[in-house]
């Protein structure tokens, strides 16, 4: 099959994070022609007439935080990413090519990054607990199980896949430090979430990749718990409008709870 063919991607998206970090999601067409399994990987070209280098590869899921923080501002103003679908049949699918550009400019980027860096060490050496934060993927990749190669739809309510939303599911786990403040109230309570815990603790990060309320959940390396994460996320220093150090409420969630099986890797 021509590699060329058709792009199964309905969206890519790129995006520079403030310690240097990227970040790279991707939604995958419902009905595509390559067969199943596929693996995904990630490539830049970093200008004009130069070759494409695999920065990321054996990806199942539809996201993954690429570490840039040590290559220069003058590269990545320039380069270009694109995402690549690897079918079981060895054809591939190739994504839009995609350029980010840079947010902020040469002198802002340094600033944001060293703050970044010197957060990450006061963290890491005197004021943080070391920890895994799980970022949800729910919606990307259609679910190789139930999922009809005719029209799209999940065939399967009951699909023990992907519980019948017709997606594959899963958690990419980042290492996440937070520095704890506040600790209140420790009793149960139900949830649309599952069972939480009233215990919940303020605590700060670093705006990478910026959590989304309820969606992402927090390990505690020292005591094992994990947490969701809770709004308001609220910025504690900014350059430019793009959030560098927030603050967050930690919920705990009880240990009878399924999402204690999700696996951190």
């Not at 270009?80 to 980010?100: F, I, K, N, Q």
């Not at 069972?195 to 309820?214: V, W």
């Not at 996320?233 to 969630?253: A, C, D, K, Q, T």
């Amino acid at each position: 099959m021509d590699s060329t063919l058709e792009n199964p991607f309905e969206r890519v998206d790129v995006r520079r994070q403030p310690d240097g970090h990227t970040r790279v999601r991707f939604v995958v067409r419902p009905i595509v022609p390559y067969p199943r399994p596929w693996t995904f990987r990630v490539e830049r070209k970093d200008y004009v007439g130069s070759d494409w280098n695999v920065i990321a590869s054996d990806l199942v899921l539809g996201e993954v935080l690429l570490n840039e923080s040590d290559e220069r501002y003058d590269l990545l103003s320039t380069a270009r990413y694109r995402v690549v679908l690897a079918a079981d049949d060895l054809s591939e699918g190739l994504s839009d090519v995609v350029y980010p550009g840079m947010i902020l400019n040469k002198q802002d980027w340094l600033i944001a990054k060293e703050v970044c860096r010197r957060k990450y060490k006061q963290m890491r050496l005197y004021t943080g607990r070391e920890g895994t934060l799980l970022a949800p993927d729910h919606s990307s990749v259609p679910c190789d199980v139930c999922v009809s190669p005719v029209n799209g739809q999940s065939m399967d309510p009951n699909c023990s896949t992907c519980n019948g939303t017709g997606y594959l599911s899963g958690y990419s786990a980042i290492d996440y430090p937070l520095e704890i403040h506040k600790i209140q109230s420790d009793r149960e309570e139900q949830s649309t979430k599952g069972t939480r815990s009233e215990l919940t603790m303020s605590a700060t990060g670093i705006a990478s990749p910026m959590p989304e309320p309820d969606e992402y959940i927090w390990v505690d390396h020292s005591t094992g718990y994990r947490y969701h994460v809770s709004g308001p996320i609220i910025p504690e220093s900014h350059i430019r409008g793009m959030p560098l150090v927030i603050g967050m409420r930690l919920h705990r969630i009880s240990p009878k709870d399924e999402v204690y099986d999700v696996p951190v890797e």
